[in-house]
């Protein structure tokens, strides 16, 4: 049976712990660390055979866990992913936003070539990617995303900041931002995570283009791809609903974790 590790017991984390304590995912979790010791205790909690809390990354990397799930912040992405790979164990990235950082990104993927694990990338808030993989077998000449949000879930986002947008003053639905998902993470942090997803599967996240809209009557998280190339063109939307502890994170990005743990352990696979 599989052993994993959680870093990050909020939102996400709590729908992992969840599926593995009703038996969805054939996977124990052996230990969980987060900096908040109350987040963490409460997952433990969901858990009979309860997990060991970590004092800190050391205690990961010296378990005996197969796999470490990072479900934290991109901070803790950085912080964790080739020391979990060197330790020689299989990494699931949450924040793929870190991988934005293309220094960061080849350092992963020569920590993953020379040990021989694995990073899974679960596909998040969005879907489409199944399709973007077969599209990228051939040419693929654009890969687009359109995020539209209540301007509430983009409040303090550093782009809006820097532009002097009052997220709250806005009253009518407008495109606040457009660029490259490079740019998307760095200016919306919190919100374009599945940007940097979509990069890393497709054409790079200086070629997948971003529009940001700000829609004072969105009560959803809407994503909208647009992908074209040698095998003529597909679009994709999600509407997103809040995830039950998270208001900001969307319900479909911790069963995407959930799904992609029980691809690994299934023996069936269905998709690309
Ligand atoms: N790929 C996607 O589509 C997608 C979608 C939503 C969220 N996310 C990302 O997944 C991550 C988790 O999301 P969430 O909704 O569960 O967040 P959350 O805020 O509900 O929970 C994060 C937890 O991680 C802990 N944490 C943060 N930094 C840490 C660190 N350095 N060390 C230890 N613990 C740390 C926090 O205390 C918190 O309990 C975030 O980075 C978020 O941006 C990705």
Request: negative net charge; contains cysteine; aromatic residues 4%.
């Amino acid at each position: 049976m599989l052993k994993m590790a959680l870093i990050g017991c909020g939102s996400i984390g709590r729908i992992i712990a969840g599926a593995v304590c009703q038996g969805e995912v054939r996977a124990s979790l052996v230990m969980v660390l987060d900096r908040d010791k109350e987040a963490a205790g409460k997952v433990c909690e969901l858990l009979e055979g309860r997990p060991a809390i970590a004092g800190g990354v050391e205690e990961i990397l010296a378990s005996d866990a197969d796999m470490v799930v990072e479900a934290a912040s991109v901070e803790a992405a950085k912080e964790v992913a080739v020391p979990v790979l060197e330790s020689g164990k299989d990494l699931m990235l949450l924040s793929v936003g870190a991988l934005a950082d293309g220094a960061f990104y080849r350092r992963v993927l020569e920590a993953a070539r020379d040990s021989g694990r694995k990073v899974y990338i679960p596909s998040g808030a969005i879907g489409g990617l199944d399709a973007l993989k077969s599209a990228m077998v051939a040419q693929v000449e654009e890969v687009t995303l359109t995020t539209t949000k209540n301007p509430r879930g983009l409040a303090g986002a550093p782009y809006l900041e820097e532009q002097g947008i009052d997220a709250g003053a806005i009253t009518e639905k407008r495109v606040v931002f457009e660029g490259s998902a490079a740019e998307a993470i760095k200016g919306f942090p919190a919100n374009t995570n599945v940007a940097v997803a979509l990069g890393v599967a497709g054409i790079g996240v200086e070629r997948t283009r971003v529009r940001v809209v700000a829609d004072p009557g969105a009560t959803r998280n809407v994503h909208e791809i647009h992908v074209r190339g040698d095998f003529g063109q597909f679009t994709f939307r999600v509407e997103n609903l809040p995830s039950p502890h998270n208001p900001k994170t969307s319900y479909l990005a911790g069963l995407s974790a959930v799904a992609t743990l029980k691809r690994l352990t299934s023996p069936f696979q269905v998709g690309t």
